[in-house]
């Protein structure tokens, strides 16, 4: 027996040199040999975990993780990687009831808030997420990340003066200036970008993709890829070439497609663009930023949609002049805009989306050979119980 522990302890030092090393794929054999010669050991159960959870093997990390808790309940480390391996798996509640006692034994721990406010945001408690980005941000004044969470929060409940505190004071700590000056513009209502930063809209819709249609069709009551297609439905007309910009999940391809020869989608949302192939309507679907696809592409269309999708480019000129050039003369370019109210022809809101004035559009059009075939207001989704309004454009040449 005393033979079977002193070669467990062995392989225990190895897989710490093994690991301290990077060598992770050998310190996990070293520990697992460890743990078969000495069963139950805390210190070999905690390691075992952490390299697992290095790894990205976080459902191999949980059991072991749990077991090491329950051996030793006052390591902090084993709350700490268990929290994160549940983290990792988006089991937020999990995640949550882990990181609880991980603060309660380091609370001196910035990121360990910053992840804990960002479980409980994913959780809809909102004010546990606050105070969570309250306390990494008081620990670390530093800590340009969670002041950026902290004003993205702040932003979300309309307290705009104390969200632009916070996003100059990441931009002061050097977090990424396209990025939050973004963010700090639709809190200002001032220096707004002409199109918005593509690493926002790419990582919005990326993380979204997978509960897209739940969350958009049933929870914000979103109409406006039917509200947009049900038109071109009643006229009864067939096209050859459709192309659905900034297509999603394919919403609008879904719909559109008895009517259509052939249908391609671009949008810059990989995932998006994965669920948009399953539906198995769409010829060709292309991973792109739309402004440098419309420059760039030679197709031509009798059709081109837009739904809900300007809210994230801002200035249309180019989509306009782009369009202009691939449009077939008896084509149709129809689209949606988020109706702004104010003089401003494009206007950078807190929501972080783009919206237009009808002026601005009518003006659009007419400058780039358009003629407007129909125009009309509806609700594009609710937001916080509130109609969003919208205007419907349908342009010829």
């Known amino acids: 027996m005393d033979a079977e522990l002193e070669q467990a302890r062995q392989h225990f030092s190895q ?86 006692p991980a603060l309660k034994l380091a609370p001196q721990h910035p990121d360990l808030w910053l992840t804990y406010g960002r479980c409980q ?19 670390n004044p530093n800590m340009a990340e969670a002041w ?12 705009l003066e104390d969200a632009a505190r916070c996003f100059e004071k990441a931009l002061s700590l050097g977090a990424d200036p396209k990025l939050h000056g ?9 220096g707004a970008p002409a199109n918005p930063p593509r690493q926002y809209v790419e990582a919005l819709f990326d993380e979204y993709a997978s509960d897209f249609q739940e969350h958009l069709v049933e929870q914000l009551q979103y109409q406006a890829h039917e509200s947009l297609v049900r038109p071109l439905i009643q006229s009864a007309r067939r096209y050859h070439a459709v192309l659905d910009l900034g297509c999603g999940s394919g919403l609008c391809g879904k719909l ?14 990989k995932a998006m ?14 991973h792109a930023d739309l402004l440098p696809f419309l420059a760039e592409t030679n197709c031509s ?19 306009f002049q782009s369009v202009r050039r691939l449009l077939e003369p008896t084509g149709c370019f129809a689209f949606t805009v988020e109706l702004s109210l104010e003089e401003q022809d494009v206007r950078l809101l807190p929501s972080l989306r783009y919206a237009h004035s009808e002026a601005y559009i009518r ?35």
């Open 273 to 286: 663009l994965g669920q948009a192939r399953k539906l198995g309507v769409y010829r060709d679907l292309i």
């Open 148 to 159: 950026s969470e902290r004003g993205s929060l702040l932003r979300k409940l309309h307290r």
């Open 301 to 319: 269309a009798d059709l081109v949609l837009a739904a809900d999708v300007f809210i994230y480019v801002g200035e249309l000129s180019a989509v």
């Open 15 to 100: 897989g710490i040199e093994n690991f301290e090393a990077g060598r992770l794929a050998q310190a996990r054999l070293c520990f697992e040999t460890s743990l078969t010669l000495a069963p139950g050991r805390p210190s070999v159960l905690l390691n075992l975990g952490i390299t697992h959870f290095r790894l990205s093997q976080w459902s191999e990390a949980i059991p072991l993780l749990q077991q090491a808790a329950a051996a030793d309940p006052g390591q902090a480390d084993v709350w700490v990687f268990l929290g994160l391996s549940h983290e990792a798996l988006a089991q937020w509640q999990a995640a949550v009831d882990s990181l609880v």
């Open 121 to 139: 945001l994913r959780l809809g408690s909102v004010e546990l997420a606050l105070e969570a980005f309250d306390r990494a941000v008081a620990v």
């Open 256 to 269: 559109i497609h008895p009517l259509a020869d052939s249908i391609d989608g671009v949008d810059v949302s």
């Open 182 to 190: 973004y963010y700090l513009a639709s809190v200002r209502g001032a």
């Open 363 to 397: 003006r659009l059009a007419q400058t780039h050979g358009f003629k407007v075939r129909d125009l009309f207001t509806a609700p594009l989704r609710h937001d916080q119980l509130q109609p969003v309004q919208g205007l419907y454009v349908f342009l010829g040449l």
